[in-house]
């Protein structure tokens, strides 16, 4: 019976076999997802996770992706998904690095351990022979007691040879600590693979089956399977260590500070002028003012006009400024959506190529003053596309306190693509002087908030844990597809909430609030800011697309109202000021209520007060 | 020694990992207690990378201070 697990979610057909593919990460396991399946693939998104499931069918048989996890338990979301899918499996295809056994090797022992039928794709062997290296394949797999078959998947070799092979998956040996204890438990779960996770104390399972075992053994388990895992490797590769490699230098460079500050700037650059000059400027001025703002602008207000009026509630709830139909999907689809894909493209890239968690190790030491470890670069870069976007991917952090500073730090400072270009046009034209202020204030704002928080937050931030694969050339048809299934995944998930936020803005538009609020912030701006009454206004539409209160500004500019000094002020303000309603509400979804309120209050005074400081000094 | 004290191209092997949950973690990534290892890098301040083989994982700083490492 499967009724505890979330994969019973995914059906199944009856006298079909459900084979999964489990491996490290970047071992190439959608290569041979995709060399199953062909093209009718569903990705369904795990419940309360960002974590998606690829499935698809070959022949009878369903094949579930799982994501990339080097052991199957529940340190975090993914692997808590990759189990969960595993667990239930009826064949395992297990795809190994060949130039990382003693990392794969002890997932492809703990599959063996839950005593699933295991075929091993022994990927990558063509880099095994560029690095000097030799392995011992039949006896690799006499030892393991599976079939292991050698591959270069992204060539094609060896796919036919898995293929065949599936039908005659077998079970592998057992470590023995394991075949003298399983006993004990089996009759408390389900499935024999259950009985492995329960010796091995994971929480999860003994909650779902109430399946206590009093010994903790999980130590003792993973000890001798490390000890088995390099016994193995020790005997069946023979290497030639002389052969360091053009790839192993780089990644060395990477990581240096000297060498690899140099390399992020240059990439950071790239991807900048691809997404934030090419994409945030050509493309968006096509899709989003072209085909969305005007071919399907007017289509939408014609047909729907015929059945509601602008002047009304209603009307304006549907096709007005902020409507449903108008403003939300030609945000989404039009500006959004390629950002949101370039971002993507570029993440999936450095994730694919191995440089991301070079990164991390790079700016390890100066996030672990803001309370973050290395890894929260993810959710920072992906800030710079949508901070909505990057919201939701601080799920991946370590623990609470690094979620919220990291949100915090989201929306207070880092400034979307969108508001980007109209910041960039903006500040362009007055000069270097009034850039290097902006720039500076903004930067000193996010370093002093974070160790800050980093200061007064109880508890302990997590540290860095990651593993640094060897760098490889990324498989274009493997980073497109990741790029489409994780804009698509953004898509479903943030809609609702740009619809929402856009009801919420027209309602406060029509009951006139929208006019209070700005007349609230009217005397601050004038004041305190010394700015023009009229930038309030920019500031309030500043909530409803952050761009748009850039641009608000754009013609106050423009129109010779405020000067080059208030513009870097305002634009200072705008910048810190709430993100857009849309990376609030899922500030909300994502937060507690009590968290989210201070992120919000916070930014606003620190938006206002920053602003004002800066006002005294150069207005 | 704890693991922070060591220096670049050193070999060491890991003693002691105090915190349960990453001493489960280290173990699968292969720099459990008595895994015999190189330090392929040092980052000023920051991360401490370990090598065995072509295997290269990278521990944050305040990490490596707790971990009782020798040299071998």
């Given at each position: 019976?499967?009724?505890?697990?979330?994969?019973?979610?995914?059906?199944?057909?009856?006298?079909?076999?459900?084979?999964?593919?489990?491996?490290?990460?970047?071992?190439?396991?959608?290569?041979?997802?995709?060399?199953?399946?062909?093209?009718?693939?569903?990705?369904?998104?795990?419940?309360?996770?960002?974590?998606?499931?690829?499935?698809?069918?070959?022949?009878?048989?369903?094949?579930?992706?799982?994501?990339?996890?080097?052991?199957?338990?529940?340190?975090?979301?993914?692997?808590?998904?990759?189990?969960?899918?595993?667990?239930?499996?009826?064949?395992?295809?297990?795809?190994?690095?060949?130039?990382?056994?003693?990392?794969?090797?002890?997932?492809?022992?703990?599959?063996?351990?839950?005593?699933?039928?295991?075929?091993?794709?022994?990927?990558?062997?063509?880099?095994?022979?560029?690095?000097?290296?030799?392995?011992?394949?039949?006896?690799?797999?006499?030892?393991?007691?599976?079939?292991?078959?050698?591959?270069?998947?992204?060539?094609?070799?060896?796919?036919?040879?898995?293929?065949?092979?599936?039908?005659?998956?077998?079970?592998?040996?057992?470590?023995?600590?394991?075949?003298?204890?399983?006993?004990?438990?089996?009759?408390?779960?389900?499935?024999?693979?259950?009985?492995?996770?329960?010796?091995?104390?994971?929480?999860?399972?003994?909650?779902?089956?109430?399946?206590?075992?009093?010994?903790?053994?999980?130590?003792?388990?993973?000890?001798?399977?490390?000890?088995?895992?390099?016994?193995?490797?020790?005997?069946?590769?023979?290497?030639?260590?002389?052969?360091?490699?053009?790839?192993?230098?780089?990644?060395?460079?990477?990581?240096?500070?000297?060498?690899?500050?140099?390399?992020?700037?240059?990439?950071?650059?790239?991807?900048?002028?691809?997404?934030?000059?090419?994409?945030?400027?050509?493309?968006?001025?096509?899709?989003?003012?072209?085909?969305?703002?005007?071919?399907?602008?007017?289509?939408?207000?014609?047909?729907?006009?015929?059945?509601?009026?602008?002047?009304?509630?209603?009307?304006?709830?549907?096709?007005?400024?902020f409507g449903l139909f108008t403003m939300t999907p030609v945000y989404l689809l039009g500006l959004l959506l390629p950002l949101v894909a370039g971002f993507y493209f570029f993440l999936s890239l450095m994730e694919d190529s191995g440089y991301l968690p070079r990164i991390a190790t790079l700016v390890d030491k100066m996030l672990t003053y803001l309370g973050l470890n290395g890894r929260a670069v993810i959710p920072m870069i992906l800030g710079f596309g949508c901070v909505t976007m990057a919201t939701i991917t601080t799920r991946l952090l370590g623990s609470k306190r690094e979620r919220f500073i990291a949100t915090m730090l989201l929306g207070l400072a880092i400034p979307c693509s969108a508001q980007l270009g109209v910041i960039v046009g903006l500040i362009a034209p007055l000069g270097a002087k009034y850039l290097m202020i902006y720039v500076v204030t903004i930067f000193t704002v996010f370093v002093l908030t974070g160790t800050l928080l980093n200061k007064v937050m109880p508890g302990k931030s997590t540290d860095l844990l990651i593993d640094l694969p060897p760098l490889r050339i990324p498989q274009l048809s493997n980073v497109l597809r990741k790029t489409y299934s994780k804009s698509l995944a953004f898509m479903k998930e943030a809609a609702p909430l740009f619809a929402l936020g856009a009801a919420i803005i027209t309602i406060m538009q029509f009951t006139g609030v929208l006019d209070s609020v700005i007349s609230v912030f009217a005397p601050i701006t004038e004041g305190f800011l010394k700015l023009d009454p009229r930038v309030a206004q920019a500031f309030v539409m500043g909530i409803i697309r952050r761009d748009f209160g850039a641009a608000g500004l754009d013609s106050l500019a423009s129109a010779g109202i405020i000067t080059g000094a208030q513009v870097v002020v305002a634009l200072v303000a705008i910048t810190l000021f709430v993100p857009c309603i849309a990376a609030i509400i899922v500030v909300f979804k994502e937060r507690s209520w009590q968290e989210s309120v201070i992120i919000w209050v916070g930014s606003f005074i620190m938006a206002f007060l920053t602003a004002g400081i800066l006002a005294q000094i150069i207005i | 020694m704890k693991l922070d004290k060591v220096t670049r191209g050193q070999q060491i092997e890991i003693v002691k990992i105090p915190d349960v949950n990453i001493r489960a973690q280290a173990i699968r990534l292969g720099i459990g207690e008595g895994a015999k290892l190189t330090c392929s890098e040092k980052l000023p301040a920051g991360p401490i990378i370990l090598q065995n083989r072509m295997q290269e994982i990278a521990i944050g700083r305040r990490l490596a201070e707790s971990i009782e490492v020798k040299a071998v």
């Amino acid at each position: 019976m499967s009724c505890h697990n979330p994969a019973s979610t995914i059906e199944v057909a009856e006298g079909s076999k459900k084979i999964v593919l489990v491996g490290n990460p970047n071992v190439g396991k959608s290569v041979f997802f995709n060399a199953l399946t062909g093209v009718y693939v569903d990705v369904s998104n795990f419940p309360g996770t960002t974590v998606d499931i690829s499935h698809g069918k070959y022949k009878e048989d369903l094949i579930l992706d799982t994501p990339g996890v080097y052991g199957v338990s529940s340190f975090n979301d993914e692997e808590r998904v990759a189990r969960d899918v595993i667990l239930y499996g009826d064949i395992i295809l297990n795809v190994v690095d060949a130039l990382h056994l003693e990392r794969d090797l002890f997932l492809t022992q703990q599959i063996i351990d839950m005593g699933k039928p295991v075929i091993v794709a022994l990927n990558m062997m063509d880099d095994v022979e560029r690095n000097g290296r030799k392995i011992n394949i039949d006896m690799l797999s006499q030892k393991l007691g599976v079939t292991v078959i050698p591959t270069v998947a992204v060539k094609g070799k060896g796919i036919d040879e898995v293929k065949k092979a599936l039908n005659n998956a077998k079970k592998g040996n057992r470590l023995s600590i394991v075949e003298e204890n399983i006993h004990k438990v089996i009759n408390s779960v389900d499935e024999e693979s259950e009985a492995l996770l329960v010796l091995e104390e994971d929480e999860n399972i003994q909650k779902r089956h109430d399946a206590k075992f009093n010994e903790t053994l999980r130590e003792t388990i993973y000890s001798s399977r490390r000890k088995y895992i390099d016994e193995i490797v020790t005997e069946v590769v023979t290497e030639d260590m002389q052969k360091a490699s053009f790839k192993t230098k780089l990644g060395r460079w990477m990581v240096q500070p000297i060498t690899g500050i140099p390399i992020l700037l240059f990439v950071l650059y790239i991807m900048y002028q691809a997404v934030g000059v090419f994409v945030a400027q050509t493309v968006v001025g096509i899709t989003e003012e072209v085909i969305m703002g005007t071919y399907y602008y007017d289509f939408i207000v014609n047909l729907l006009g015929k059945f509601v009026t602008e002047e009304n509630f209603i009307g304006q709830l549907v096709i007005g400024e902020f409507g449903l139909f108008t403003m939300t999907p030609v945000y989404l689809l039009g500006l959004l959506l390629p950002l949101v894909a370039g971002f993507y493209f570029f993440l999936s890239l450095m994730e694919d190529s191995g440089y991301l968690p070079r990164i991390a190790t790079l700016v390890d030491k100066m996030l672990t003053y803001l309370g973050l470890n290395g890894r929260a670069v993810i959710p920072m870069i992906l800030g710079f596309g949508c901070v909505t976007m990057a919201t939701i991917t601080t799920r991946l952090l370590g623990s609470k306190r690094e979620r919220f500073i990291a949100t915090m730090l989201l929306g207070l400072a880092i400034p979307c693509s969108a508001q980007l270009g109209v910041i960039v046009g903006l500040i362009a034209p007055l000069g270097a002087k009034y850039l290097m202020i902006y720039v500076v204030t903004i930067f000193t704002v996010f370093v002093l908030t974070g160790t800050l928080l980093n200061k007064v937050m109880p508890g302990k931030s997590t540290d860095l844990l990651i593993d640094l694969p060897p760098l490889r050339i990324p498989q274009l048809s493997n980073v497109l597809r990741k790029t489409y299934s994780k804009s698509l995944a953004f898509m479903k998930e943030a809609a609702p909430l740009f619809a929402l936020g856009a009801a919420i803005i027209t309602i406060m538009q029509f009951t006139g609030v929208l006019d209070s609020v700005i007349s609230v912030f009217a005397p601050i701006t004038e004041g305190f800011l010394k700015l023009d009454p009229r930038v309030a206004q920019a500031f309030v539409m500043g909530i409803i697309r952050r761009d748009f209160g850039a641009a608000g500004l754009d013609s106050l500019a423009s129109a010779g109202i405020i000067t080059g000094a208030q513009v870097v002020v305002a634009l200072v303000a705008i910048t810190l000021f709430v993100p857009c309603i849309a990376a609030i509400i899922v500030v909300f979804k994502e937060r507690s209520w009590q968290e989210s309120v201070i992120i919000w209050v916070g930014s606003f005074i620190m938006a206002f007060l920053t602003a004002g400081i800066l006002a005294q000094i150069i207005i | 020694m704890k693991l922070d004290k060591v220096t670049r191209g050193q070999q060491i092997e890991i003693v002691k990992i105090p915190d349960v949950n990453i001493r489960a973690q280290a173990i699968r990534l292969g720099i459990g207690e008595g895994a015999k290892l190189t330090c392929s890098e040092k980052l000023p301040a920051g991360p401490i990378i370990l090598q065995n083989r072509m295997q290269e994982i990278a521990i944050g700083r305040r990490l490596a201070e707790s971990i009782e490492v020798k040299a071998v």
